[in-house]
Each structure stands twice: as structure tokens, then as C-alpha cells.
């Protein structure tokens, strides 16, 4: 069985290199993929492998040698439908069909608690949310070992290191610290959580404990999404 490594897209976004310096810390062998070369130094600085691909192209050269695949990337607010469609339900797709053929062990998604409600989001958030949910459906019948996040509205706040977990249904939606998330996606891959769909907002229930609760649960039939 390959050593564990970690295939991290969209490692330069806001919460990808929250996730990398939390791999870092947690001493998880990870490549950072890139969409310039300019960005290199932050990553090797952290030990990590570094590949360059562009969302919009081909970019399954990424995964050689891949056991883990943490999906972070995400289109900027006001980049417009067009970059929706290519960054987060596109690209996810094709993450989903290369992580399908290469065999890897688990796929995690950072999606958004939005995707459960498209319909029911603001107008500017609506194909955003579309697009997320189309995503997530897609990677969930993919056939790939799956962890699918929905963290709620998101803030650069220091890890709380607590969440409470949410649902469709959920009307109060505190905000999450995008660290917070980090952690989370780091440690579905080191627990080996998959086949779940998470759903969380702010909260005080530690982390840690929540996700072993999750992890506990053996052979559970995925969340509907």
C-alpha cells in the first residue's frame, strides 16, 4: 500500500493554505497544486511537493503517486457564473473522475452549506450554490471513498476549535472559522472518515469529538444530499 500523500487543489485560496500549514503541523506528507509558480516558495518552505495545473485544463498529471485528494479551491465572490461553473462544480467533476481512476483512497470536498438550499439562497448566491450541490452529488455516486464538507458562512477568526452540526433545517448559522474547516479536512483524512457528508456552522461541541462520534459509526449509509 502507498505511503499516505495528500493532493491539495487549491492550496494558495484563503482556507487551502490554512489547510497546508495544518497538514504541516500534523506531519502529512501533501502536494500543493498551484496555479503559479510564483506561490512555490510558501509550500516547499513546508516540505510539500509542488505541481502546477490550471482548474480550467487538464491538471490529472497532479495526481501520481496520490493516495488522498483534499479539494479546497473555490471561485472568488463577483467572478461570475462562468468561473462557478469551471471552479466549483467542473473542476470538482474532473477531481472526482481522475481520483476514480487513480485508485485514491479518499476524496474531501470543501463545499458550502448553501448547496443544500440553491433555491432558497440570495440571488447572489444562487448559481453558486447550484453549482456546489451539483458537485457534491456527482462526487457522492462517483464510485470514489468520499468526504463531503458544508461548513457555514465562513471568517477569518482564529480556530474555536468547536463547530455544531447543522443541517438543511438549521435556521441559526454562526459563523465557522475557515481554520476550523482546515482542521476538519485534515482530519477526515487521518481518521479515514468516508462516505459522509458534514455539515457544520460555529458551534461549542469540540471537533475532535464530533468526527470520532462520526468515525464510530461503521458502514453508515452516506447523508442524503
Not at 46 to 65: E, K, N, P, R
Not at 80 to 109: F, P, W, Y
Not at 121 to 150: Q, W
Amino acid at each position: 500500500m502507498k505511503t499516505l500523500k495528500v493532493l491539495l487543489i487549491g492550496a494558495h485560496g484563503r482556507t487551502g493554505r490554512l489547510i497546508a500549514k495544518r497538514l504541516h503541523h500534523d506531519a502529512v506528507p501533501f502536494r500543493a497544486m498551484l496555479r503559479k509558480s510564483a506561490h512555490k516558495s510558501e509550500f516547499a518552505a513546508m516540505g510539500a511537493d509542488i505541481v502546477l495545473g490550471d482548474l480550467t485544463q487538464d491538471f490529472s498529471h497532479a495526481f501520481d503517486d496520490i493516495t488522498h485528494v483534499i479539494y479546497a479551491a473555490g471561485s472568488a465572490e463577483n467572478e461570475g457564473v462562468h468561473e462557478e461553473r469551471a471552479i466549483d462544480r467542473d473542476a470538482v467533476m474532473r477531481t472526482a473522475d481522475s481520483a476514480k481512476r487513480r485508485r485514491v483512497r479518499q476524496l474531501v470536498v470543501v463545499s458550502a452549506l448553501s448547496a443544500f438550499y440553491p433555491e432558497r439562497s440570495g440571488f447572489a448566491l444562487r448559481h453558486y450554490s447550484r453549482m456546489k450541490r451539483e458537485a457534491d452529488e456527482y462526487v457522492a455516486h462517483r464510485g470514489v471513498p468520499f468526504a463531503i464538507l458544508r461548513p457555514g458562512p465562513l471568517s477569518d477568526e482564529p480556530a474555536h476549535g468547536a463547530i455544531a452540526l447543522a443541517d438543511e433545517l438549521t435556521e441559526h448559522k454562526p459563523e465557522v472559522a475557515r481554520a476550523d474547516v482546515a482542521r476538519i479536512a485534515v482530519r477526515c483524512v487521518t481518521l479515514g472518515i468516508r462516505d459522509r457528508m458534514i455539515a457544520f456552522v460555529g458551534g461549542d461541541e469540540p471537533i475532535d469529538s464530533v468526527l470520532d462520534a462520526l468515525n464510530a459509526v461503521h458502514h453508515a449509509t452516506p447523508t442524503s444530499l
